[in-house]
T-cell receptor, first 114, second 117 residues
């Protein structure tokens, strides 16, 4: 059973650019959620995808968008990058309808915006 | 709306000593409660969870937590810590209902546990 994998692990962008982060969910999981973790803070929920549709969103602007593919992998896209977008982005997978839907996290993609 | 407060940002403790990391939550509805650990440069790993039933929950690596509904607390404890327990610990809550909430955890700010030899 493979765990949640994310890519890239580190990347550097400049203000105004766009970035795409990728996540492969754990085998058997059908739900993917994304979190932003700023330095020294707890993770904050960005959104969740189930059956290729967004079905839950946190307090993030529309320039944060995502996709989920038929194999349940997912992408997080951020447009018009701002300095405050520098953070660790965590992907978590779970299985809707099974128990409490325990989240399994990847190791994250660390984004630095200059 | 739910919120989580971790009362200590840093907890220094000597090896083999007991430790308690405090967590209080605020919610007008029942919630599920979780503790996660994050080692440097890694993602989050689930230590334990409270869904219902017994208020004392046992997790991995010798950790346990007690759910106290009247005090809205979910403190994490370990009777004897090891150097390898040095990490960041996060308390989190999740509403139990609604499909859109499945992946939505509300985290506290985190507590850094520093175990000294």
């Amino acid at each position: 059973e493979t765990g949640v994998t994310q890519s890239p692990t580190h990347l550097i962008k400049t203000r105004g650019q766009q970035v795409t982060l990728r996540c492969s969910s754990q085998s058997g999981h059908n739900t993917v959620s994304w979190y932003q973790q700023a330095l020294g803070q707890g993770p904050q929920f960005i959104f969740q995808y189930y059956r290729e549709e967004e079905n839950g969103r946190g307090n993030f602007p529309p320039r944060f968008s995502g996709l989920q593919f038929p194999n349940y992998s997912s992408e997080l896209n951020v447009n018009a990058l701002e300095l405050d977008d520098s953070a660790l982005y965590l992907c978590a997978s779970s299985s809707l309808g099974q128990g409490a839907g325990e989240l399994f996290f990847g190791e994250g993609s660390r984004l630095t915006v200059l | 709306a739910q919120s989580v407060t971790q009362l200590d940002s840093q907890v220094p403790v000597f090896e083999e000593a007991p430790v308690e990391l405090r967590c209080n939550y605020s919610s007008s509805v029942s919630v599920y409660l979780f503790w996660y650990v994050q080692y440097p440069n890694q993602g989050l790993q689930l230590l334990l969870k409270y869904l219902s039933g017994s208020t004392l929950v046992k997790g991995i690596n010798g950790f346990e937590a007690e759910f106290n509904k009247s005090q809205t607390s979910f403190h994490l404890r370990k009777p004897s810590v090891h150097i390898s327990d040095t990490a960041e610990y996060f308390c989190a809550v999740r509403p139990p209902h609604g499909s859109g909430n499945t992946g939505k955890l509300i985290f506290g700010q985190g507590t850094t546990l520093q175990v000294k030899p």
